[in-house]
């Protein structure tokens, strides 16, 4: 049976421990998100894979990790956070393996299948066992931890992949996850005790089957929706038909919570708590935000300036330096403070960071005039992760820390996959456009031969964000002019292209500094009522 705890008697005397041994997990789940990007061209020219094929192997791995989180995290509540850690770490590293051993395109995206699902098991373990092990006044640092985390991890992905394939090509980029996720397994076992709360939960298969229906199509059709032009995907099935089916099916899901006894699978009681119904809205826009403007960014280094992807990580390394730090320090201001000041904070410095970053770059800029905003935007990242994760779950019931956990995951994983659609598609419509206007002035600088040709290379360019292609058999002069004026086109229609999205990210940062206002500030007899709900076997 499980024993009740106190904070006389809490479930471990080592909470930061086993917070450790949790985030290596973590970390390496959020990792092997963004560290495959590099290896694209790999893939593509080394694989014999397709660029849809690649797609997939991206896309297969975000679509498995965003669908599941509300179930994993309730199959957390029902059997344990510690038991969903173990099986979700044993999962990755052995789909790890499968992926590095991946004898074609086919068998590479089954592996990512199984990588999603590895760490959807273990990722709202996280955020439940924090609530768990440590009291509401220490909960701010334990999150700022965690955000330390969520906003490195990113970063350091094209930096970490880089230098694997630099050194051993990129089968490794998965089998170094093989003694992290041993060791990880091994530790956890070891140290952390067999978090869950008080009582037994019931699983409601009906819901799990709803809710997975309408995440795939939802989150499906966004991320599909710009390689199929947001048309026919085959037959009368189109995008537009999928998500509307999603959004149907997530439409039963809530009528058959509202009228299943026992416990559904997405208790609505949740959302009658101001702080996590207003904070998952919050951290919905901020993620779109979030989303839009590291996806630029790094197309600008890469595509318009012409860094290395090893070369944008290393650029990118101090936001990601100063988003770890500032996530340690606002857990703590926002733990003597309120979340909720210190989440209004970094989010209007968010804004204004973009706006710098605006201001001092162009088509021809260093990485020293981006460097400014991107110290600022390092810091104001560090402000809102930790707290945007503490006011969310402030309140919540420690016996639905898992539903809890696994709704706010999804939410913001739907507004970052929107973030990206959108702003993606904004990118490119202002890319073509400026493209044409770009391509027209410059090319009076060639022959008049090729001016014709020019244009129309250069506009095509714009659907695989690169400069245009040099036509073959020109005579060196010309095919140097070419180039330049290429390059020059490009890159000036993409610094258009940025800043009207980093200054579309910036407005949705504010309307998510505003809502900040809805939330509640947190009542000290609630962190009483709360020390010592959390339960071990």
Known sequence: MPESHSADNPPTQRPWLVLGIFCVGFFMALLDGTVINIAVPTLIEGFGASYDQVLWVIDAYLLVFSVLLITTGRLGDTFGYRRLFLAGIVTFTVASALCGFAGSPEQLIAGRVLQGLGAALL??????????????????????????????????????????????????????????????????????????????????????????????????????????????????????????????????????????????????????????????????????????????????????????????????????????????????????????????????????????????????????????????????????????????????????????????????????????????AVLAAVLNASLRNEATSRAARLPEGLREQFVQSAITSGHRFGPPAVPNGLPPAEAAAFTEAGRGTFAAAFANAMDVVLLASAAVLVLAALCCVLLKTREPERIDRDAGAAAVE
């Not at 919570?257 to 609505?268: D, F, K, S």
Request: glycine fraction near 16%; aromatic fraction near 10%; charged fraction near 5%.
């Open 123 to 424: 990722f709202p373990q996280v955020i439940s066992s924090i609530l768990a092990i440590f009291p509401p006044q220490q909960r701010g640092k334990a999150f700022g931890v965690f955000g330390a985390i969520a906003g490195l991890a990113p970063i350091l992905g094209p930096i970490a992949g880089g230098f694997v394939l630099a050194h051993f090509g990129w089968r490794w980029i998965f089998f170094i996850n093989l003694p992290i996720g041993v060791i990880a397994a091994l530790l956890a076992l070891v140290f952390a005790p067999e978090l869950r709360v008080g009582r037994a939960h019931a699983f409601d298969v009906v819901g799990v089957v709803l809710a997975t229906a309408g995440l795939t199509g939802i989150v499906f059709g966004l991320i599909e929706g710009p390689r199929y032009g947001w048309g026919t995907i085959a037959g009368p099935v189109g995008i537009t038909s999928v998500i509307v089916g999603g959004v149907a099916f997530l439409v039963l899901v809530v009528l058959w919570q509202h009228n299943r006894p026992g416990e559904p699978l997405m208790p609505l009681k949740l959302f009658t708590g101001r702080n996590f119904a207003v904070g998952n809205w919050i951290g919905f826009v901020f993620q779109l935000g979030m989303i839009g403007m590291a996806f630029v960014l790094v197309l600008y280094l890469q595509m318009a300036l012409g860094f290395t992807a090893l070369e944008t990580g290393f650029i990118m390394l101090p936001n990601a330096i100063l988003t770890a730090v500032g996530s340690a320090f606002a857990g703590r201001l926002a733990d003597e403070f309120g979340g909720r000041f210190v989440l209004a904070l970094g989010m209007v410095l968010l804004a204004a960071g973009l706006v710098v970053v605006v201001a001092m770059t162009g088509p021809n800029s260093s990485a020293w005039q981006l460097l400014p905003g991107l110290l600022i935007i390092g810091i104001a990242s560090g402000a809102t992760f930790a707290p945007l994760q503490q006011v969310t779950m402030d309140g919540v019931d420690p016996a639905l820390a898992g539903a809890a956990s696994g709704v706010s995951s999804t939410t913001r994983q739907i507004g970052g996959v929107l973030g990206t659609a959108v702003l993606g």
